[in-house]
């Protein structure tokens, strides 16, 4: 027997990967696969980038965990650096370990700092793991279905007298937490207007923007964060997954009102994996990174390709839907009946070589690769995917 607990709920689709290395997975039997998926959307760097391994070794000589008590410069020139991405330079920040836990904190921020428990979020939001913004409860929030929005001819810039909007509470709402667009996995992009309008309505009656860019941060949809695709101003930003580019780190930034209402009413937060060495090294590595190799210009600029080049695949087979995408977060959604089945043109991508995320509820192929990934590699796998879907086996 395994003696891994079997409980992620998803399929293993490969066990013999012993390397990593840029796009690329190496397997014991010497199999180069181009990693569509970047791990679980977090090594945006590429794998075993060369500027982190040389940073992570010569951090782990140094230290690599102390506690909460022993603080190193490094954290908070790590902060600075992360504070220095966002709209509030001079707010505060914390270093976790993973995305649940920044955006659960940020939110029960928001709700400590609007004096108010109810929170606002979006229908097909993947926020968490676990807490209130795992279980999501409606005792606690009220979710935003926007579907009907999508359709909605003035969804660019919504009507303030909408009736979907009147029926909100907003009043008793004190956090509006808002992930730009990842849903899970399944690439949903909620349109502008009503996230805009959701935001101010919250903000004019006193509450908080959390934005959960665990998975939309750092390049992803070709800006550096997803929030800007909607020109907004958030009060507290959650990090993860990209920050520490596969190393568990995870970030809280905050607008320093918020963190000075914080440290002044003596709020407590205290976990082993705070403000660790190793973490602030590799984040802020991280963030130089990105910046030195402008990869965040080069995901949207790639992005474009790719999705192009999905768009005239699709033009050419009956299996295919939809495509969309923003940056290098795409989908491609088959029929429900399409034939070929979408798991047999999974497995024959990866078969050919090409790792891609699959989400079987609803048909659909997903691409996150690291941002480092070809065009080269990008139409290989356009190319297998052409020819998958026009039947080969
Ligand atoms: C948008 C978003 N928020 C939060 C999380 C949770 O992050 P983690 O799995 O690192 O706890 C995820 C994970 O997929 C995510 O996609």
């Not at 808002?178 to 690439?187: A, D, K, R």
């Not at 990174?289 to 033009?315: M, N, P, Q, Y």
Request: charged letters at 20%; glycine letters at 12%; one cysteine or more.
């Amino acid at each position: 027997m395994r003696p891994i607990l079997d409980c992620t709920g998803y399929e293993l689709w490969r066990d013999d990967v012993v390397h990593a290395e840029g796009v690329y997975l190496i397997t014991a039997g010497g199999d180069r696969i181009v990693d569509f998926e970047s791990g679980v959307w977090c090594a945006g760097l590429g794998h075993a980038h060369p500027r982190l391994q040389t940073v992570m070794h010569a951090q782990l000589d140094r230290a690599l965990h102390l506690g909460y008590r022993v603080e190193t410069a490094l954290a908070a020139e790590a902060a600075t650096a992360v504070l220095g991405t966002l709209p509030f330079p001079d707010g505060k920040c914390v270093f976790l370990a993973s995305g649940s836990e920044a955006v659960e904190l940020a939110t029960q921020i928001g709700r400590r700092t609007s004096r108010r428990t109810f929170l606002l979020g979006l229908t097909g939001a993947y926020l968490s793991a676990y807490g209130t913004t795992g279980t999501m409860s409606s005792n606690e929030w009220i979710l935003f279905d926007w579907a009907a929005c999508a359709e909605c001819p003035k969804n660019a810039d919504c009507d303030p007298g909408c009736p979907r909007l009147a029926e909100i509470p907003f009043e008793r709402i004190g956090t509006f937490v808002f992930e730009p667009g990842n849903s899970g996995g399944f690439v949903k992009l909620p349109p502008r207007g009503p996230v805009r309008a959701l935001a101010a309505r919250v903000a004019d009656a006193g509450g908080v923007l959390v934005v959960d860019e665990v998975t939309t941060g750092l390049g992803r949809t070709g800006a550096w964060y997803g929030f800007q695709h909607y020109d907004l101003r958030p009060d507290l930003v959650a990090l993860g997954k990209g920050l520490g580019n596969g190393y568990p780190v995870s970030a809280v930034a905050m607008r320093r009102s918020i963190g000075a209402d914080l440290e002044a009413s003596g709020f407590h937060y205290a976990q082993s994996h705070q403000n660790d060495p190793l973490g602030s090294a590799v984040a802020m590595e991280v963030l130089a990174v990105l910046r030195d190799e402008k990869l965040v210009e080069r995901s949207a600029r790639v992005g474009k390709v790719f999705l192009r080049e999905l768009i005239t695949i699709a033009s050419r087979h009956a299996a295919v839907r939809e495509v969309r995408g923003r940056g290098l977060m795409l989908a491609m959604e088959l029929h429900p009946d399409s034939r070929p089945a979408l798991h047999d043109v999974h497995r024959a991508l990866l078969e050919r070589g090409f790792l891609v995320g699959c989400k079987p509820a609803a048909n659909l192929l997903r691409f996150y690769p690291p941002l480092v990934i070809g065009e080269d590699e990008i139409r290989g796998l356009v190319a297998a995917l052409d020819l998958v879907l026009g039947g080969a086996a």
